[in-house]
Structure formats: structure tokens, C-alpha cells
């Protein structure tokens, strides 16, 4: 790590993302784990994990203020990542990815052996509802891996300390995108949003229900906008594949469309503004939906299954179905559930990343810290290790594979067009990739149930 001087005494922080929505949650989770000094100057560098969903300008838009300009944003490669690491001194890296990426990372970071590593911190983006001991030992080895509710701390050191690994690292925060004003209902307004998932539920059948009951919802009640809030365009990626869109079924459905019923892009913290009533089936936008006191219903119309991620709303008071909500019910959340769950609507949330500040402020002034230990390597899981690091190009020590750092042109103007055509490469290569998602990949499937 270069040493410092006077014009690198800011806080240099760097985010490593791998979709949109973790882009939002790494970049948000930087600026509440720095913020606790406002003499301090901090530098946040944004990059972004070249993959099947690496957000599009527009996704970087829509997912709102992150304090990070889109133009200071740029894709790189796991071994680009690591090189930058090693060039660039930062003093804490985020790492917002899926958790083969994040123990790829870990293992990276190892093997560059820096003099002065930076302080590495990982965690969740939302509700952890699936995988919970495979995501967790994934994560294990960062410094920090933040929880976002006591209840999800709980659940992570128990994992830990039943595989006999150090559960120090756990950390309780929250969301960091929770915010807005409380709601306030609003003469003559009265709107339905349904928060929909680009994975949950993943059949036909399933998501075109779901929509025909909103469709009837909107019928019911003429006077009430009803809106579908969709993650991604066709052809985009999020977190999670979509291989069905919303807008798709919906160019199909018989008798068409309501007038008051919309299908909404945009930022979700501007389309709670206007929002009565939020019902999903397990989004985490039923989390800031609660922050905001907004009245919110989880469906059971599919059942209360792990497969939908619903049944973490056990115990809410938020469980419900559609044919309650066509006649009026409006659910009433569970005080003791919401207060084990970070969404801090009792005014709380202000103080929530008070003691993850503090734990990374302690592991700055702690000097050289010890070398990552995660808990895989390729003594405890040597059928499994290997085949994490090599999707990033990354051999079982964690050092690039041969062929995977190569060079960047010398020359200002080759350098440039060859990186103009690689860009278009990638570009015409991840189009392509989608189309075989969206289009190919179900068709197949389906001449297979045949």
C-alpha cells in the first residue's frame, strides 16, 4: 500500500458491486460506516463486477442518490479489482456481491499479502430467507459482516459458532437505504403498489396469478391507483434472473388493462412517497415500506413457503391474501416482530450504525491488521474452494490464474480502441446472454416438460 502524505490523508474507500441493488446497498452502507466524523474527508471509489448483472446506466440511475457520481463508476474484473487494491492504498473496501464473489474477493485480498491491508466489510442486502449457512461461510473472513436486524444477528453468529468458526466479525446494523417521511394519507389519494420480484415466484402460472389479481384489484376499486413496481426492463438484469417479466404477461392478459392500473419503474423510496398501501410477496421493500409506517401486506395466495421468502414474515401480522385486501383490510405489523427486524420505525434507525462506525474506526486505528482467515480454503473444503475462485479466474491460493491479468496497451490510443472494442464485445456478448435467458432458456425448458 503506498505510504501516505498530505494529499492522501482523505478516507479512500472502495465499493465492489455486482448488481444493482447491491450497488445501492454497498454504496449507502460506505457513507453510514463513514460518516461518524464530518471534519473527516472521505473518497469513495464505485466498481463494478463485470457479470450477467452488471447494472446498465440506467439501473445506476433509478436506484437513486448514493452520494456517488454514475460517471465515477466503472466495471472491472475480479483480478482488475485486486490490482487496484493493490495500487490504490484504500483504507476499507465494501464488498456488496453474491457469496462466491465475496470469498473469491477474501481469498484474493490474501494472497496480494499487502504490507497494510484495508479493512474488508461484506454483508446482506435485504431479507435472508434462503442459503443462510452457505451465504454466511461464504462471507466468513471479512472483518465485518453486517447484519441487518438483531434477529439476523442472531441467526449469523449461531451459524458461525456451530461450524466452530470466530463469529466476531458479526455485526448488527440495518438497511442502510431506509428513509423518507412517514407516511400521510392524503385527501382523494389512495394508492396500491405491488412490489414485484424478478424471481419470486418463478412460474408462469404463479406470476401470471399474481397479476391477474392485481388487474381485478384495480377493476374492483375504479377510483384507486394501482401500481405494478417492477425492478428491471426486459433484457436487464437485477440480483436475481427474470425470466418471465411482468410486462411481458401483461401484453398477454385477456381484456387488457384498467386505466388505473400502471406499470412503474424509478427509485422505490419515491414511488413509497405516494404509496397507501405496499403488498408484495416477500420484497425488501416491505422492510422500508414498515421503516415508513406505510400499511404494508406479505401475500399468501401461493402459500407460506421458503421457496417464496414469505415465511420470514411469521409472525408479523402482515400475512395476508388478495381476496382480504379486495374487501379492505388493511394488516396491522406485530410491535415485538418489527422491533427484532431493523426497520427501526420507532425512530431509532439515526443511532443504527453507531457500532458498526465504531468497529470500523477501531480497526483503522489498529494498525497492520492480521492476514483474511476465512473459513473455506483448500484444506476444510477442497471440493468446493477451488471451483468459487476459478469463476473469478483466481487459482485455490487465491492468485490470478494464468493469462487473467494481462496488461493494459501502453500506448494511450491502441489502448484506447482496443478497449472501445472490447466494451462493444462485451456489450453484443451480455445481450446475447440475456436474450438466451429471457427467450431461449424457457422455451427449452418447457420442450423438456413435454
Do not use: C
Given at each position: 500500500m503506498p505510504p501516505r502524505t498530505e494529499k492522501t490523508t482523505a478516507l479512500r474507500v472502495a465499493v465492489l458491486a455486482d448488481s444493482d441493488t447491491r450497488w445501492k446497498w454497498g454504496a449507502l452502507t460506505a457513507r453510514r460506516l463513514t460518516a461518524g466524523d464530518p471534519a473527516r474527508r472521505v473518497e469513495i471509489s464505485g466498481l463494478l463486477l463485470r457479470?450477467?448483472?452488471?447494472?446498465?446506466?440506467?439501473?445506476?440511475?433509478?436506484?437513486?442518490?448514493?452520494?456517488?457520481?454514475?460517471?465515477?463508476?466503472?466495471?472491472?474484473?475480479?483480478?482488475?479489482?485486486?490490482?487496484?487494491?493493490?495500487?490504490?492504498?484504500?483504507?476499507?473496501?465494501?464488498?456488496?456481491?453474491?457469496?462466491?464473489?465475496?470469498?473469491?474477493?477474501?481469498?484474493?485480498?490474501?494472497?496480494?499479502?499487502?504490507?497494510?491491508?484495508?479493512?474488508?466489510?461484506?454483508?446482506?442486502?435485504?431479507?435472508?430467507?434462503?442459503?443462510?449457512?452457505d451465504g454466511l461461510l461464504l462471507r466468513h473472513g471479512a472483518d465485518i459482516v453486517l447484519a441487518n436486524s438483531r434477529h439476523d444477528a442472531d441467526r449469523f453468529r449461531a451459524v458461525y459458532e456451530g461450524v466452530g468458526a470466530d463469529a466476531s466479525a458479526v455485526t448488527e446494523a440495518a438497511l442502510p437505504?431506509?428513509?423518507?417521511?412517514?407516511?400521510?394519507?392524503?385527501?382523494?389519494?389512495?394508492?396500491?403498489?405491488?412490489?414485484?420480484?424478478?424471481?419470486v415466484p418463478a412460474s408462469r402460472a404463479d406470476r401470471t396469478y399474481l397479476l391477474r389479481r392485481l388487474v381485478e384489484h384495480a377493476r374492483l376499486h375504479p377510483n384507486r391507483e394501482v401500481l405494478l413496481k417492477l425492478r428491471s426492463k426486459p433484457g436487464e438484469h437485477t440480483t436475481h434472473i427474470e425470466e418471465l417479466p411482468y410486462q411481458?404477461?401483461?401484453?398477454?392478459?385477456?381484456?387488457?388493462?384498467?386505466p388505473n392500473f400502471r406499470l412503474v419503474y424509478g427509485h422505490m423510496g419515491e414511488v413509497l412517497d405516494r404509496?397507501?398501501?405496499?403488498?408484495?410477496?416477500?420484497?425488501?421493500?416491505?422492510?422500508?415500506?414498515?421503516?415508513?409506517?406505510?400499511?404494508?401486506?406479505?401475500?399468501?395466495?401461493?402459500?407460506?413457503?421458503?421457496?417464496?421468502?414469505?415465511h420470514h414474515f411469521?409472525?408479523?401480522?402482515?400475512?395476508?391474501?388478495?381476496?382480504?385486501?379486495?374487501?379492505?383490510?388493511?394488516p396491522e405489523p406485530d410491535p415485538?416482530?418489527?422491533?427484532?427486524?431493523?426497520?427501526?420505525?420507532?425512530?431509532?434507525?439515526?443511532?443504527?450504525?453507531?457500532?458498526?462506525?465504531?468497529?470500523?474506526?477501531?480497526?483503522?486505528?489498529?494498525?497492520?491488521?492480521?492476514?483474511?482467515?476465512?473459513?473455506?480454503?483448500?484444506?476444510?473444503?477442497?471440493?468446493?474452494?477451488?471451483?468459487i475462485l476459478a469463476r473469478h479466474h483466481l487459482a485455490p491460493d487465491g492468485h490470478p490464474l494464468p493469462g487473467a491479468g494481462r496488461p493494459r496497451e501502453t500506448g494511450r490510443v491502441r489502448g484506447a480502441v482496443r478497449e472501445a472494442v472490447r466494451e462493444a464485445v462485451r456489450e453484443a456478448a451480455?445481450?446475447?446472454?440475456?436474450?438466451?435467458?429471457?427467450?431461449?432458456?424457457?422455451?427449452?425448458?418447457?420442450?423438456?416438460?413435454?
Amino acid at each position: 500500500m503506498p505510504p501516505r502524505t498530505e494529499k492522501t490523508t482523505a478516507l479512500r474507500v472502495a465499493v465492489l458491486a455486482d448488481s444493482d441493488t447491491r450497488w445501492k446497498w454497498g454504496a449507502l452502507t460506505a457513507r453510514r460506516l463513514t460518516a461518524g466524523d464530518p471534519a473527516r474527508r472521505v473518497e469513495i471509489s464505485g466498481l463494478l463486477l463485470r457479470g450477467r448483472a452488471t447494472p446498465t446506466p440506467r439501473q445506476l440511475a433509478e436506484v437513486g442518490d448514493v452520494g456517488i457520481e454514475t460517471a465515477r463508476v466503472r466495471e472491472v474484473t475480479a483480478v482488475e479489482f485486486l490490482h487496484t487494491v493493490r495500487d490504490e492504498g484504500y483504507d476499507v473496501v465494501v464488498l456488496a456481491l453474491v457469496g462466491g464473489g465475496v470469498q473469491a474477493m477474501l481469498h484474493g485480498l490474501a494472497a496480494l499479502r499487502l504490507e497494510s491491508r484495508p479493512a474488508v466489510v461484506t454483508g446482506y442486502v435485504g431479507v435472508v430467507y434462503e442459503k443462510l449457512a452457505d451465504g454466511l461461510l461464504l462471507r466468513h473472513g471479512a472483518d465485518i459482516v453486517l447484519a441487518n436486524s438483531r434477529h439476523d444477528a442472531d441467526r449469523f453468529r449461531a451459524v458461525y459458532e456451530g461450524v466452530g468458526a470466530d463469529a466476531s466479525a458479526v455485526t448488527e446494523a440495518a438497511l442502510p437505504f431506509l428513509g423518507g417521511a412517514p407516511h400521510t394519507p392524503e385527501p382523494g389519494r389512495d394508492t396500491v403498489v405491488f412490489a414485484a420480484q424478478p424471481s419470486v415466484p418463478a412460474s408462469r402460472a404463479d406470476r401470471t396469478y399474481l397479476l391477474r389479481r392485481l388487474v381485478e384489484h384495480a377493476r374492483l376499486h375504479p377510483n384507486r391507483e394501482v401500481l405494478l413496481k417492477l425492478r428491471s426492463k426486459p433484457g436487464e438484469h437485477t440480483t436475481h434472473i427474470e425470466e418471465l417479466p411482468y410486462q411481458r404477461l401483461a401484453e398477454r392478459l385477456p381484456g387488457g388493462l384498467p386505466p388505473n392500473f400502471r406499470l412503474v419503474y424509478g427509485h422505490m423510496g419515491e414511488v413509497l412517497d405516494r404509496t397507501d398501501l405496499l403488498v408484495t410477496v416477500s420484497s425488501t421493500a416491505a422492510l422500508e415500506s414498515l421503516h415508513r409506517r406505510i400499511p404494508t401486506a406479505v401475500l399468501t395466495d401461493l402459500g407460506v413457503r421458503e421457496a417464496l421468502g414469505n415465511h420470514h414474515f411469521v409472525g408479523s401480522g402482515l400475512l395476508t391474501s388478495w381476496d382480504h385486501l379486495d374487501g379492505g383490510l388493511r394488516p396491522e405489523p406485530d410491535p415485538g416482530w418489527l422491533a427484532g427486524q431493523g426497520v427501526a420505525a420507532d425512530g431509532t434507525y439515526a443511532a443504527a450504525y453507531d457500532h458498526a462506525r465504531a468497529r470500523v474506526d477501531a480497526l483503522l486505528a489498529a494498525g497492520p491488521l492480521p492476514a483474511l482467515a476465512p473459513y473455506y480454503t483448500p484444506a476444510t473444503a477442497p471440493g468446493y474452494l477451488p471451483g468459487i475462485l476459478a469463476r473469478h479466474h483466481l487459482a485455490p491460493d487465491g492468485h490470478p490464474l494464468p493469462g487473467a491479468g494481462r496488461p493494459r496497451e501502453t500506448g494511450r490510443v491502441r489502448g484506447a480502441v482496443r478497449e472501445a472494442v472490447r466494451e462493444a464485445v462485451r456489450e453484443a456478448a451480455r445481450g446475447a446472454y440475456r436474450q438466451g435467458v429471457q427467450r431461449v432458456a424457457p422455451v427449452i425448458r418447457r420442450m423438456g416438460e413435454l
